[in-house]
């Protein structure tokens, strides 16, 4: 059974960095051709992708905020952490981590329960 | 960077009726296409990849035609759970980045 959960602080204040870890469990982060991937939804907005990592540890960011993302992984522990440099109240959103399937499209077939953070001083 | 653009931004509907929602690419993006329902409180599920691949478990009234740029998804038949926003998302060519739409929201009429 695939599952994935996202951990990290509920409120950051401006200017902070975020760090979100995602544990993933049913699968491998040494599978080839899958890759885990983070995507934020703000409150009552679309979902917007922001980062992925793959076995081979490649990686690709979201354009707009590739200055402020980080993305990397530990597979003996079976995580996924994704760092966001100077948040801001825009930032506010639910973050999720979702597996990217094995296929070369890029689809997403797992998505973990997602964590609402907050961005207030 | 390519855009999805979801029609209409609202759908209103009654149960049993047929749902044809649209999805957009400001270009050509292969059949590298997949759609999503979220509901309420919940994390979007996958429906359809590859354009027109419906995922385990997904219903036979859930279908999805593409590739190009102009891709639909079908709803044959609403059920009452199916009202729910709907998500289009693509991949772009090299470097691989992902793109949603801003969504389409089934609601009942």
């Known amino acids: 059974q695939v599952t994935l959960k996202e951990s990290g602080p509920v409120l950051v204040k401006p200017t902070e960095t975020l760090t979100l870890t995602c544990t993933v469990s049913g699968f491998s982060l040494s599978n080839a051709r899958m890759g885990v991937s983070w995507i934020r939804q703000p409150p009552g907005k679309a979902l917007e992708w922001l980062a992925h990592?793959?076995?081979?540890?490649?990686?690709s960011y979201s354009t707009s905020l590739k200055s402020r993302l980080t993305i990397s992984k530990d597979t003996s522990k079976s995580q996924v952490v994704l760092t966001m440099t100077n948040m801001d109240p825009v930032d506010t959103a639910t973050y999720y981590c979702?597996?990217?399937?094995?296929?070369?499209?890029?689809?997403?077939?797992?998505w973990g329960q997602g964590t609402l953070v907050t961005v207030s001083s | 960077e390519i855009v999805l653009t979801q029609s209409p931004a609202t759908l209103s509907l009654s149960p049993g009726e047929r749902a044809t929602l649209s999805c957009r690419a400001s270009q050509g993006v292969s059949s590298y296409l997949a759609w999503y329902q979220q509901k309420p409180g919940q994390a979007p599920r996958l429906l359809i990849y590859d354009a027109s691949n419906r995922a385990t478990g997904i219903p036979a009234r859930f279908s999805g035609s593409g590739p190009g740029t102009d891709f639909t998804l079908t709803i044959s038949s609403l059920e009452p759970e199916d009202f729910a926003v709907y998500y289009c998302q693509q991949r772009s060519n090299w470097p691989p980045r992902l793109t949603f739409g801003g969504g389409t929201k089934v609601e009942i009429k």
């Open positions: 979702a597996r990217i399937g094995p296929s070369g499209s890029y689809f997403v077939d797992y």
């Open positions: 990592i793959f076995s081979n540890d490649e990686k």
